[in-house]
């Protein structure tokens, strides 16, 4: 039972480079989300999708781009990454979008820019 | 924009002792999820409350949601070094503005 699967666990980028997270669900989730932890910031939302081929800003969209790329699948790319982004960053996902449901959560992707 | 205080944001104890976390905003909210996260993995949900004064039990875990749906608290009783982790609190209207507290930090020392 994977649930929510996400790669890669460990990145090193360059300034300036270029990297996409990977995001699957096997849960037949409509609902998918990335969100990014910082020491001291809590969770905070980057993009989410309510449906396939749908995408919306959270509250921290600058500097990422997402793609909705089938049900399953939900990416997350840093075009010109910057120290800043150097963070943990979760996919989600969700059954519906109602409030109140369970947000299933992958293990993390530990990202550093340097 | 709805924002959630937890308090206190770090806590460390000896097993067999209680504890209570609070999460507190000046809004309302619909529904309110407490989350547990261990070092290197994603938080798991441990309960949803979504009736003001409502009073959900998990084990030792006691959770409430505050009559006015602004406010929760955790209380864990007899607390294991199972328990250790960051407990995280969420509110929302919806989950597309789930809003997260920065975390309280509990380490139990056998």
């Known amino acids: 039972n994977a649930g929510v699967t996400q790669t890669p666990k460990f990145q090193v980028l360059k300034t300036g480079q270029s990297m996409t997270l990977q995001c699957a669900q096997d849960?037949?989730?409509?609902?998918m989300y990335w969100y990014r932890q910082d020491p001291g910031m809590g969770l905070r939302l980057i993009y989410y999708?309510?449906?396939?081929?749908?995408?919306d800003k959270g509250e921290v969209p600058n500097g990422y781009n997402v793609s909705r790329l089938n049900k399953r699948e939900f990416s997350l790319r840093l075009e010109s990454a910057a120290p800043s982004q150097t963070s943990v960053y979760f996919c989600?996902?969700?059954?519906?979008?109602?409030?109140?449901?369970?947000?299933?959560f992958g293990e993390g992707s530990w990202l550093t820019v340097v | 924009t709805q924002l959630l205080e937890q308090s206190p944001q770090f806590l460390s104890i000896q097993e067999g002792e209680n504890l209570t976390v609070y999460c507190n905003s000046s809004?309302?909210?619909?529904?309110l999820q407490w989350y547990r996260q261990e070092p290197g993995e994603g938080p798991v949900l441990l309960v949803t409350?979504?009736?003001?004064?409502e009073v959900k039990k998990l084990k030792r875990l006691t959770f409430q949601f505050g009559d006015a749906r602004k406010d929760s608290s955790l209380h864990i009783t007899a607390a294991q070094p199972g328990d250790t982790g960051l407990y995280l609190c969420?509110?929302?209207?919806?989950?597309?503005?789930?809003?997260f507290g920065k975390g309280m930090k509990l380490t139990v020392n056998p």
């Open positions: 849960m037949n989730h409509n609902s």
């Open positions: 969420a509110g929302g209207p919806g989950s597309e503005k789930l809003v």
């Open positions: 989600a996902s969700e059954k519906g979008q109602g409030g109140g449901n369970t947000i299933y």
């Open positions: 409350v979504v009736t003001g004064g």
């Open positions: 809004s309302v909210f619909s529904s």
């Open positions: 999708s309510a449906s396939e081929g749908t995408t």
